[in-house]
């Protein structure tokens, strides 16, 4: 089976260190993509051991392992539990996540997901999907482009951004990247112009594959599969998925606090385990993938 090109998984010692795995225990990859940290979990596990990878990225089927432990499902990990379920599997003992883009989809210029290549708009993790870029960007209308930008790319001049893109689509559609670049430019400052423009593509790419509600429903999922002192070790990669993973493990939810007993205690599911952990200078020299990377690691109570 041919493969696909993958580069290094980010921090994947201190990330499979943080399943605290045994080897006859059963582990999920979440996010699969060229495999490097399934093959680290399976190098972990005993004979009787297994793992479950997902990855909803019809690419990612061929770098699948052949090893009797392993399988490999084709769904978004917001699906989780449904097709564990599936599989005859009611609990696990430890959960690993890369949030984010894999390199390959980085790097494959017609996915549309990097600034450094023309492209149709497209930027779909799951190709089948129907809502692409090109959706978003010629049929939202202002308020939703103006709601994607702020919210998601965390953009100042996101009303400016949403009027500029709305006035431009009424002359002609926007279908590629480059054309997107163009219509924007003249608001992008020259000296931030690639930072502000990356998060543009983010707010975007957000958007087409629900990367925010498709997070939350699976952290939302993960203490119900979890045993008894299972494992998460998650990697985010910006600020709006490290919030929700942080405070998911704190306190069980997104927003606000938990309710309190007459003592003032309250109960959560997960514990944190050790400090944040981000790469060394190092792999950010071996990896510039790694530059953003942050790993927090719990347990089930």
């Known amino acids: 089976m041919i493969q696909m090109e ?5 921090l994947l010692k201190e990330t499979v260190d943080g399943l605290n795995i045994i080897e006859d225990g059963i582990y999920v990859d979440v996010t699969f993509g060229g ?16 793992l ?5 990225d019809q690419d ?6 052949n090893d009797s432990r392993f399988f490999l499902i084709n769904e978004n990990f917001r699906h989780i539990k449904r097709f564990l379920r599936f599989h005859g599997i009611k609990s696990v003992d430890g959960i690993l996540a890369d949030f984010g883009v894999s390199s390959h989809q980085f790097d494959v210029a017609d996915r549309g997901f990097s600034t450094r290549f023309e492209a149709n708009l497209d930027m779909r993790m799951n190709q089948q999907d129907e809502i692409s870029a090109y959706t978003v960007i010629n049929e939202y209308d202002e308020q939703q482009l103006r709601q994607m930008f702020w919210q998601y790319g965390e953009l100042k001049n996101a009303p400016v951004l949403a009027r500029t893109i709305v006035q431009k689509r009424e002359e002609e559609e926007i279908k590629t990247t480059e054309q997107l670049k163009q219509v924007i430019k003249k608001r992008l400052p020259a000296f931030r112009e690639n930072k502000i423009l990356a998060q543009i593509y983010q707010a975007i790419r957000i958007e087409v594959n629900q990367e925010i509600e498709a997070l939350k429903e699976f952290l939302l999922q993960t203490p119900d599969l979890l045993k ?3 494992r998460l070790s998650f990697i985010s990669y910006h600020s709006l998925e490290d919030r929700l993973v942080k405070r998911f493990i704190r306190n069980g939810m997104f927003e606000g606090e938990p309710e309190r007993d007459m003592f003032g205690n309250f109960s959560v599911p997960l514990k944190k385990i050790g400090k944040l952990i ?3 200078q190092e792999e950010i020299e071996i ?7 942050k790993l927090r690691i719990a347990e089930k109570l």
């Open 6 to 10: 993958y580069h290094n998984p980010v």
């Open 35 to 50: 495999g490097g940290h399934s093959k680290e979990i399976l190098s972990r596990l005993g004979a009787s051991g297994k």
């Open 52 to 56: 479950i990878a997902f990855d909803q």
């Open 60 to 65: 990612a089927l061929l770098n699948t392992i």
């Open 228 to 230: 008894k002192g299972g």
């Open 278 to 280: 981000i790469p060394t």
């Open 287 to 293: 990896n510039n993938r790694a530059r953003s990377a």
